[in-house]
C-alpha cells in the first residue's frame, strides 16, 4: 500500500515489538470494512441493529471499568519537565517507554494487528496531516473509519518519503485500570495507549492528536489547534459569515455547532451550516485572515439527553452508518435507547454493562451517561458545503464560553485580540451538584483546553498572542457568551438552544461593524435593545438588561481567583497576561 519507508520501518518496530498472528492494513475499501464489521458481529463485539430503521448500524459495549476519558492517566511526556506545564501529567520520555514497551511486548500475541493509515482534514489539503495507527482492535478501526479520512487515499495525501505523520499505538491488552496510560511523545510525534478500549482513549485520531500533539506542532509551524465548534451563519443574500467557538464539556457545544434558527430568523431565509463540533485546526491564509478546517470527519456525541427538541440534527446524523457504545439495546425491535432519548423506555431490553432491563421498572440507567455514538458528518442534515473544502473557511469571530450561575454576562466582547487572549485564558465553568456534591466551584479550563493542551499552557497564551501578532488588523473579534445565568431559584434566565442565535447574530453585526456596543469594565456589551428578543415568551429588555449586568464585586472575587489560577504558570506567563489582570482589576475599583 506504501512505499514510505519511514512508514514501512516503524510499522516493522511495533510489529517485533507486539508479535501480533496477522497482520492487516486498511486500505478503506468497502469490502475490507464489511468483512470486519462481520467478524466483530461473529466475536460478539458488536452487535448489528435493525437495518430498516438503523441501516448500517450497530452496538458496541466497552469494558464496566473502561467508560470515559481518564486524565489522571494521560501523560504528556516531554525531555524537561516543565515544557509540560503544571496542568498536564509528565513522565520522562525514556523512563515511560521503557515502562510501557515492557507492556506491550508480545501483547498482540494470538491477535490481529490492523494497521490504520488516516488523515486528519480533507484530503489535498495543506492544513491536513496524516497518522498511522496500529491496534488489536477491530472497534477501532470501524470507529476511525467513521472519523477520519482512512486507508490508501491518506498514504498519497502523506506521500512516498514524508516522515511528517503521527505514530499512534494501541492495544486493548488486558483493559486493566490500573496499567491504563495515555500517553503524549509530543517531541517525537507519537501516541502510546494501551489498557483501554474506548473512544477518545484508543481513536488516536481524536483529543491524542488532533489536540495534543497538533496543539505542540500548531505552536512550532505557527498555525492552532482548538477545542472549537465551526459554524458559519448563511443570511437571506446567501452570504455565510464563520465563527469558531470553545466551551468546557456540559455547556451545549454540539447544540450551538448544530443549531436550528429560532422562526424570526428562519422565516427571513437565515440558514446556519456546520463545519465541525468540536476541533478546529486554524492557519492564517493567503489573504492574511483566519483559515479554519475540521480534521475530523465524523461527530463522536454524548448520546444521553439527545432527542428530537434538544438536538434533532445531530440525532438525524445517528439514523444511519453510526457505532453506538455503551447505550440500552431494545429487543423488541432491535434499536437502542438512552436516557432522553423520548419518554418510552423498552421494557424489553439489555442495559450498557449487557443485563437484563426493564425501562418502566428498573432503577438503573439503561444507557451509560457518557454512552456515545459515532456518527458520519456526511449524515448530518445542515452540514456545510464547505466541509471538505481544502481551504477551509474563513472566521470572523471567536467565541468563549463557560457555566456561570451570576458572573458573566450573556456576551461580552473584548477590546482587542490581546485581551481576546485574556478573557479565552480566564474561561471557566461552575461544577453542577452532579458533578462534585460542591456546587458553584470555579474549574478554570482556558480556551477549553486544560485537558488537551500538549505543552505549557502559559507558551499556550503566549503562541494566542503571537497569532494576534501576525494577524493584524485581520484577526478575528474575541467574544465572550454564557448562556447559564440563573435567577434566584436557580432557574436558566435565557431560553438557550436556537435562540443563542439572538446573541451570534449581534456578534457578527459586531464583525461587520453594524452594531453598537457599550464600554463596561470587563469589554463591549451589546445595548439591552440590540439583541433581538422578537417572539421570546417572558423575555423582555429588562431582562436582557438584567443579563448583562456586570456586578463589579463578583468579578473583583473573580479577579482574585484569576490571580490565584495564574500564580501557577510562573515566569512562563506571558506579561501581557499580567498586564491585562491589572487592567481588569482597575477597572473595577
Known amino acids: 500500500m506504501t ?62 471499568n473502561d467508560v470515559a476519558r481518564v486524565e489522571h492517566r494521560t501523560f504528556i511526556c516531554t525531555k524537561k519537565k516543565e515544557d509540560a506545564g503544571p496542568i498536564n501529567n509528565w513522565m520522562d520520555p525514556d523512563e515511560m517507554k521503557a515502562k510501557l514497551t515492557k507492556m506491550y511486548d508480545g501483547v498482540m500475541k494470538g491477535r490481529t494487528m490492523y494497521v490504520i493509515p488516516y488523515c486528519m482534514g480533507p484530503i489535498g489539503s495543506k492544513l491536513s496531516k496524516v497518522g498511522v495507527e496500529v491496534t488489536d482492535s ?51 510525534n507519537a501516541i502510546w495507549s494501551i489498557n483501554s478500549g474506548y473512544g477518545g482513549n484508543v481513536l488516536l485520531g481524536k483529543k491524542c492528536f488532533a489536540l495534543r500533539i497538533a496543539s505542540y506542532q500548531g505552536k512550532n509551524e505557527g498555525w492552532m489547534a482548538e477545542h472549537m465548534l465551526i459554524l458559519g451563519i448563511e443570511n437571506p443574500q446567501g452570504e455565510t459569515k464563520y465563527v469558531a467557538a470553545a466551551f468546557p464539556s456540559a455547556c451545549g457545544k454540539t447544540n450551538l455547532a448544530m443549531l ?27 489573504d492574511g485572515r483566519l483559515w479554519a478546517i475540521n480534521p475530523e470527519a465524523g461527530f463522536f456525541g454524548v448520546a444521553p439527553g439527545t432527542n428530537d427538541k434538544s ?70 442534515p445542515c452540514i456545510s458545503d464547505k466541509f471538505n473544502d481544502v481551504n477551509g473557511v474563513p472566521i470572523s469571530a471567536i467565541v468563549f464560553g463557560g ?71 485581520k484577526a478575528p473579534k474575541i467574544f465572550n457568551v454564557n448562556w447559564f445565568r440563573t435567577d434566584d431559584e436557580g432557574h436558566f434566565i435565557w431560553p438557550g438552544f436556537g435562540d443563542n442565535m439572538r446573541v451570534l447574530m449581534w456578534i457578527l453585526a459586531r464583525c461587520e461593524g453594524k452594531a453598537d456596543a457599550v464600554e463596561t469594565p470587563i469589554g463591549y456589551e451589546p445595548k439591552p435593545e440590540d439583541i433581538n428578543i422578537e417572539g421570546l415568551e417572558g423575555i423582555t429588555a429588562d431582562t436582557v438588561r438584567g ?11 473573580e479577579a482574585a481567583g484569576i490571580e490565584d489560577f495564574y500564580k501557577q504558570f510562573g515566569d512562563r506567563l506571558p506579561k501581557e497576561m499580567a498586564h491585562q489582570l491589572e487592567v481588569l482589576k482597575k477597572n473595577l475599583q
Not at 497482520?23 to 470486519?36: A, F
Not at 446524523?317 to 423520548?342: M, P, Q, S
Not at 437484563?356 to 451509560?368: C, I, L, Q, V
Request: glycine letters at 8%; charged letters at 25%; hydrophobic letters at 35%.
Open 3 to 64: 512505499k514510505n519507508p519511514n512508514v514501512l520501518g516503524w510499522v516493522d518496530e511495533t510489529i517485533a515489538l507486539c508479535k501480533p498472528d496477522k497482520v492487516v492494513w486498511l486500505d478503506g475499501s468497502q469490502e475490507q470494512l464489511d468483512e470486519l464489521r462481520r467478524q466483530a458481529c461473529e466475536t460478539g463485539e458488536m452487535i448489528k441493529l435493525n437495518e430498516e430503521k438503523l441501516p448500517g448500524c450497530y452496538l458496541h459495549r466497552t469494558a464496566v
Open 260 to 286: 436550528i434558527p429560532p422562526e424570526v430568523y428562519k422565516k427571513q431565509g437565515y440558514k446556519v451550516w456546520t463545519v465541525g463540533d468540536d476541533i478546529a485546526w486554524m492557519r492564517i491564509g493567503e
Open 138 to 188: 477491530i472497534y477501532v478501526v470501524l470507529n476511525m473509519d467513521i472519523m477520519t479520512r482512512m486507508g490508501k487515499q491518506a498514504l498519497e495525501h502523506l506521500g512516498d518519503t514524508s516522515n511528517d505523520f503521527v505514530r499512534g499505538l494501541h492495544s486493548k491488552a488486558d483493559v486493566d485500570e490500573e496499567n491504563r496510560y495515555i500517553v503524549q511523545f509530543p517531541e517525537d
Open 311 to 380: 438536538n434533532p440534527n445531530a440525532l438525524a446524523t445517528t439514523k444511519r452508518g453510526t457505532i453506538f457504545t455503551n447505550v440500552a439495546h431494545n429487543l423488541d425491535d432491535n434499536t437502542i435507547w438512552w436516557e432522553g432519548l423520548d419518554k418510552n423506555p423498552p421494557e424489553n431490553a439489555v442495559d450498557w454493562k449487557g443485563n437484563p432491563w426493564n425501562g418502566k421498572t428498573s432503577a438503573e440507567k439503561g444507557a451509560n451517561p457518557n454512552s456515545r455514538f459515532t456518527a458520519p458528518a456526511k449524515n448530518c
Open 403 to 473: 457555566r456561570r450561575a451570576k458572573t458573566a454576562p450573556l456576551v461580552y466582547q473584548s477590546r482587542d485580540w490581546a485581551h481576546g487572549v485574556f478573557v479565552g485564558s480566564i474561561m471557566a465553568s461552575e461544577t453542577t451538584a452532579a458533578a462534585t456534591g460542591a456546587v458553584g466551584v470555579v474549574r478554570r479550563d482556558p480556551m477549553a483546553m486544560r485537558p488537551f493542551c500538549g505543552y505549557h499552557m502559559g507558551d499556550y497564551f503566549g503562541h494566542w498572542l503571537e497569532m494576534g501578532e501576525r494577524l493584524g488588523d
Open 547 to 557: 443579563l448583562l449586568d456586570v456586578d463589579k464585586d463578583l468579578w473583583r472575587e
